[in-house]
């Protein structure tokens, strides 16, 4: 694997976004490339994002409030990596305009040290995608959320028929 994200680390440039795959790519942490084998991304206290030990106490919101549980922070690309595979993801470059390098680098920047999160509503590809193209946006939230719908209404159709 140090061989692929070294790969793929010799590739990036700044303000490339990085997909690192966690728990057997169930889920990515996301961040911008800055440079100099650093990246910024929205890290989770006590380095939940980082190293993948979750701390449930970050997925949620109670009545739309945020836990103040993870912050922006400059790190390492292989403090963050670890034993994840990492992936050089502009993936939305074809469908957005994506920001000159030094104006994302810039919407990072004035970003560090903030505290905000939301698995659903303001997590770390959000913070990357702001960062790239000025406009939060999570694929796999979205796509979380397209499996629940479908299971619930699924779940609804099942009950109505069973009667």
Not at 7 to 18: K, Q, T, W, Y
Not at 36 to 45: E, G, N, Q, T, W
Request: net charge negative; proline share 1%.
């Amino acid at each position: 694997m140090n061989g692929h994200n070294q790969s793929v680390l010799a590739d990036l440039i700044h303000g490339d976004l990085v997909e690192f795959k966690r728990w057997w790519g169930l889920y990515s942490h996301w961040a911008v490339y800055k440079g100099r084998d650093a990246v910024i991304h929205l890290a989770a206290d006590e380095n939940d994002s980082v190293n993948a030990h979750m701390n449930s106490g970050c997925f949620f919101t109670i009545c739309g409030n945020r836990f103040n549980k993870a912050f922006v922070r400059v790190d390492d690309f292989w403090d963050v990596a670890m034993d994840s595979k990492a992936y050089k993801n502009n993936s939305l470059d074809g469908y957005r305009i994506p920001s000159i390098p030094e104006e994302i680098l810039k919407r990072a920047m004035d970003k560090i040290g903030k505290k905000s999160y939301n698995i659903l509503w303001s997590n770390w590809e959000d913070f990357a995608n702001f960062c790239r193209y000025g406009e939060e946006k999570s694929d796999q939230t979205e796509n979380s959320v397209t499996v629940v719908g479908v299971a619930a209404l699924c779940m609804v159709l099942y009950g109505i028929l069973k009667r």
